[in-house]
């Protein structure tokens, strides 16, 4: 059985779900919103070591995994407790049991757990990637007013721009890059309430989004859309298959090894003398896109690897439990 953390409106989540039952394969949407008004959970740590949901369809032990894909995990539903330090109280307690129930799920996973949370931190993505030969831009994150507007003078200085970007985006919060401007150079007395990303700009003929599923490297350049930030414009963009270096394939998969992934999303950009600077890799970042305007197989690639998944860590605490 594969079992795939997401929700129903996951249309990644779906396309490789019926790639899977067309391949006959045994699937399982895990659906933590499902918890607790449509469905329980069980653990028997001591005894037979099943983690058991009980859904509205009958019963599953997901200590049958063959294969984890963390997609797109949601949160508990706990709107019924009107109490806010009951509530609070509850989502540690569904915390700690859910995660400690994933321990049991011995299989390999896309990604791991440990290695997920640290592989989205972009302070480490910004560390590692120079040491294994890639270019990745000048980079301060701050909260010191001080400090940013230092950076920007520096980049100014030079005759360069910045931009700021946030850490993470979410369900209730999306900003775009942008370029710093007069009217947020105004507002940088605010910044002390929450820490910003400032880079140099990279000025670019396109951008190139590269998936890696596993040893496979999916590489998409995007150009013709905005300057800044191509998200805001990618259906009237020119999009197509893009040939990576090799040196920048073999650092991009050495980064996957690095962070012990199976998965991961990269943001590279094209400068116009040839230098590839990356930005960035979300370990489940989106490629249906990617699949219509260069025409990879991602798909099927993720299904192939689930299919036959391949252990990303000795270091996978899940896989030292099943080793004990």
């Not at 779900?17 to 006959?24: C, D, F, I, K, Q």
């Not at 943001?267 to 230098?275: F, I």
Request: proline share 6%; aromatic share 8%; glycine share 6%.
């Amino acid at each position: 059985m594969i079992v795939v953390i997401s929700h129903p409106a996951d249309l990644h989540a779906e396309r490789v779900l019926a790639e899977l039952r067309a391949r006959g394969r045994e699937v399982f949407l895990l659906d933590l919103a499902d918890l607790p008004d449509r469905a329980s959970l069980s653990i028997d740590p001591a005894g037979s070591g099943r983690v058991t949901l009980r859904h509205t369809g009958g019963s599953v032990d997901l200590t049958r995994a063959t294969a984890v894909w963390w997609r797109r995990p949601q949160s508990v539903v706990l709107d019924a407790i009107s109490d806010p330090g009951a509530r609070g109280f509850a989502y540690g307690e569904w915390h700690e049991a859910v995660r400690g129930a994933y321990q049991f799920l011995t299989c390999p996973w896309m990604n791991p757990l440990h290695a997920d949370e640290v592989a989205s931190h972009k302070a480490l993505q910004l560390a590692v990637a120079p040491r294994l030969g890639l270019r990745v831009p000048e980079t301060l994150m701050t909260s010191d007013e001080a400090e940013a507007r230092e950076f920007v003078a520096r980049q100014e200085a030079r005759g360069a721009r910045a931009v700021y970007k946030i850490f993470a985006a979410t369900h209730q919060v999306w900003r775009e890059t942008r370029l710093v401007g007069p009217a947020d150079l105004a507002h940088l007395a605010s910044l002390h309430l929450a820490p910003v990303i400032f880079q140099e700009y990279v000025p670019a003929v396109a951008d190139i989004r590269v998936t890696l599923v596993g040893d496979r490297v999916f590489a998409m350049s995007i150009a013709g859309g905005p300057e800044i930030d191509f998200r805001l414009g990618l259906g009237r963009a020119r999009t197509a298959a893009f040939d990576l270096p090799e040196p920048v394939v073999s650092a991009l998969q050495a980064m996957l090894r690095r962070f012990d992934l199976a998965y991961g999303a990269v943001d590279l950009r094209l400068t116009p003398e040839g230098e590839l600077v990356f930005l960035e890799i979300n370990p489940a970042g989106e490629f249906l896109f990617v699949e219509a305007g260069a025409g990879h197989p991602i798909t099927a690639a993720v299904a192939d690897w689930l299919c036959d998944p391949v252990p990303t860590s000795s270091r996978d605490p899940a896989r030292e439990l099943a080793d004990a």
